[in-house]
């Protein structure tokens, strides 16, 4: 793994530019009037975008997390830990994953960093484990607190797990979540799959097909929301307390949620004893089911990690919501209005198919945009800078 070359589209202003649309109540779609004065008419404060590779020869890169001091922490889903330094340099961390549990779409997933690190150096990852690494023995999912070594060297589990017992689908992976971030108010977030079970995400009874709450030192806490298929992105909108799920859908309607604390939003694909995932995603005969401030249509984006744009150095994309795509190769932004509605929504053109699948995007502490790939084999992380006019 080392760092990579710099790859620079000069000039580029002109955006993909897609018809707004948000979901309705029965899953359907509804179009949204751009408003006078929107992004859509002034592209000339859009910044130009210059991509760079930071870090590359990684497997499955999954998720990102950065220190304030600028040091980047990427996971891997097979298993690993990578640092770049402040200075550049690529540092492979130590970590014990003899427990890991990596099939199919489950893995070493999920990562965050501590909002005191400096303090305690802790960060949490979300990933499969097995009992005493026995692939034998039912598989699960769980937060992990780890603490990194002065010098990235290392990384040692301190709290194993923080919070356990979230199902996984032992026999293939599939739908394992599992992404972290921290709210406003220091607790940690945990989104999760329903592991494909079709009961799972209605139960109150199971961490499955939920966005759960914690403390991030006891792990005590619990379900915050519930009736979510597979949520691949957290996004924490700055100087609010509005916190956004990124979600997939089957083969139609992936889905970004408002989230509220108790709320429902919707999946129930508990058919004869199955999983119907004919459904529509937001099941409008379920009480008080949360529609989505945007879904896909279909066909589906494949839809992964979320993060706000915040700052002025951002010029016209200031406040974009970008999210990154597995299925179409590419990041969407979309721009939301104060109460979370979709004014519009377009793709940064610089990353358009041209790095393959976006797994996850994080607007860095020092401002600038990181992004992984998920292509397996030669995965990277990327450093997305707004370029001064």
């Given amino acids: 793994m080392h760092a990579g070359a710099v790859r620079t589209r000069a000039g580029l202003l002109a955006v993909v530019l897609l018809a707004g649309c948000t979901g309705t109540a029965d899953g359907g779609q509804s179009s949204v009037e751009i408003p006078p004065g929107g992004l859509s008419s002034g ?25 304030r001091d600028g040091t980047l922490l990427v996971d891997e889903r097979p298993g690993g830990f990578t640092a770049v330094l402040p200075d550049g340099a690529v540092r492979e961390v130590r970590a014990d994953f003899g427990d890991l549990y990596a099939q199919g779409e489950t893995g070493l997933m999920g990562l965050t960093v501590d909002p005191d690190f400096a303090e305690n150096r802790r960060f949490y990852s979300c990933q499969g484990v097995v009992a005493d690494g026995r692939t034998s023995l039912p598989a699960s999912i769980a937060v992990i607190a780890w603490t990194a070594a002065p010098d990235w060297s290392s990384a040692t589990r301190v709290a194993d797990p923080l919070l356990g017992g979230i199902p996984a689908n032992a026999r293939s992976g599939r739908h394992g979540g599992c992404r972290l971030r921290f709210d406003p108010e220091g607790m940690l977030l945990v989104g999760t799959g329903d592991n494909a079970v079709g009961t799972n995400a209605q139960d109150p009874g199971t961490f499955a097909g939920k966005v759960l709450r914690i403390d991030p030192m006891t792990g005590r806490g619990g379900i915050w929301t519930l009736g979510h298929r597979n949520v691949q992105g957290l996004a924490v909108r700055p100087g609010t307390g509005q916190v956004f799920s990124v979600e997939h859908g089957p083969d139609r309607d992936d889905e970004v949620n408002l989230l509220r604390e108790g709320a429902n939003y919707g999946w129930d694909p508990a058919g004869e004893g199955g ?34 744009l915040d700052g002025p150095q951002w010029g016209g994309f200031d406040g974009l919501l970008v999210i990154g795509l597995l299925k179409e190769t590419g990041v969407l932004a979309l721009r939301l209005d104060d109460d979370g509605r979709l004014q519009e929504q377009f793709r940064l053109p610089e990353l358009e198919d041209a790095y393959g699948r976006i797994r996850s995007v994080l607007q860095g502490t020092d401002g600038d945009l990181y992004v992984t790939t998920d292509n397996g084999g030669d995965d990277k992380v990327l450093k997305v800078t707004p370029r001064p006019s």
């Fill in 275 to 308: 999983y119907d995932e004919s459904v529509p995603m937001t099941d409008p005969d379920i009480p008080g089911a949360v529609p989505a401030v945007w879904s896909s249509g279909q066909p589906t984006l494949a839809t992964s990690g979320a993060t706000f």
């Fill in 43 to 67: 592209f000339d404060e859009a910044p130009a975008l210059e991509v760079s590779v930071v870090a590359d020869g990684l497997d499955h890169a999954w998720d990102v997390a950065q220190t």
